[in-house]
């Protein structure tokens, strides 16, 4: 036991390998899961004037009470808004992942296509977004699909339309300015999964007579699933809570989730219900993530018997 705790305090498990390995789970202890607590924490809290925190915990005559209020979870499950609005965040996540993946994915195979002096180039493009303001980005939007804007200005002048559509605060905005912010994030991962796949399996299934699309649809997108699914995630769990995006192109059809948030903190000043509103959204996206995570293992444990 002595030997176990000198160990443990002049650092001689740590070897360059544990290292390494605990590194990543360091950083997700400190930026996600305390967090997560504090979060979680506040969420059973009660509403104390002056404490935003709330309070959970209380120490009276030597005794420690211990009052966790589950009247904000009840709340969320039966109130109608809520529910709508989580369901609206998943439907537009949803749309923006699927837009992405159907843009991304040829952007993504092209590049990992092209001659290799002109892929630095093509990369760079997709990365060229992110050099400039996130808001301005946004923002030339509005200048773009305003009644007034480009786009209306272009469609009358080449006789698509006649009178100016609206354009701005609708769904259409909402999902146009979260698939131009999000596309990015889709196609790195891809090209980074397309780019190193071995070009062998397409030469063999052409001279065993498969089409090039059979062998697109046979070969390259099941080997570049990992890429998907990558891309995926990336896209669609910041897209749940997104709210500048919805803030300045969206309308009152496309409440989402990010301003009920914004609300529930900053407006009603209500912190236990704005942390029960938090752990929601990260509950419905992990919960789904960790069962298809346990699926994928047991798929792959189930092809290496």
Not at 85 to 103: D, E, G, H, P, Q
Not at 236 to 263: N, S
Request: charge should be neutral.
């Amino acid at each position: 036991m002595l030997k176990f705790l000198t160990d443990l305090l002049t650092l001689r498990w740590l070897t360059g390998r544990r290292f390494v390995i605990a590194v990543p789970f360091v950083w997700l202890v400190f930026a996600f899961l305390i967090p997560f607590l504090i979060v979680a924490r506040i969420s059973f809290s009660e509403v104390d004037a002056g404490n935003p925190f709330g309070t959970l915990l209380t120490y009276a005559d030597g005794i420690v009470n211990i009052k966790v209020k589950i009247a904000n979870y009840l709340f969320i499950w039966g109130d109608e808004l809520y529910v709508l609005t989580y369901l609206s965040s998943l439907k537009y996540a949803a749309i923006t992942t699927l837009c992405c993946l159907v843009i991304g994915y040829p952007f993504a195979y092209f590049m990992a296509r092209a001659r290799a002096s002109l892929r630095p180039v093509l990369l760079m493009m997709v990365m060229m977004p992110f050099w400039t303001s996130f808001l301005l980005r946004i923002y030339a939007w509005k200048g773009i699909l305003a009644n007034h804007g480009i786009a209306n200005h272009v469609l009358m002048a080449l006789g698509v339309i006649q009178e100016p559509l609206h354009l701005m605060n609708t769904p259409f905005s909402l999902v146009i300015g979260m698939v131009y912010a999000y596309l990015p994030f889709m196609i790195l991962p891809l090209y980074a999964n397309l780019s190193k796949m071995d070009m062998r399996f397409l030469e063999a299934a052409a001279d065993l007579g498969a089409t090039p699309m059979q062998a697109f649809w046979r070969i390259t997108v099941p080997l570049s699933k990992s890429g998907i699914i990558a891309g995926a995630m990336l896209v669609f769990i910041p897209a749940v809570g997104e709210y500048v995006i919805p803030e300045l192109l969206g309308g009152p059809e496309t409440l989402m989730i990010g301003r009920v948030l914004w609300d529930e903190f900053f407006t009603n000043n209500d912190w236990p219900m704005a942390s029960s509103v938090t752990v929601v959204v990260i509950l419905l996206i992990l919960v789904p993530m960790a069962i298809l995570n346990k699926h994928q293992a047991e798929q792959r444990e189930g092809g290496h018997k």
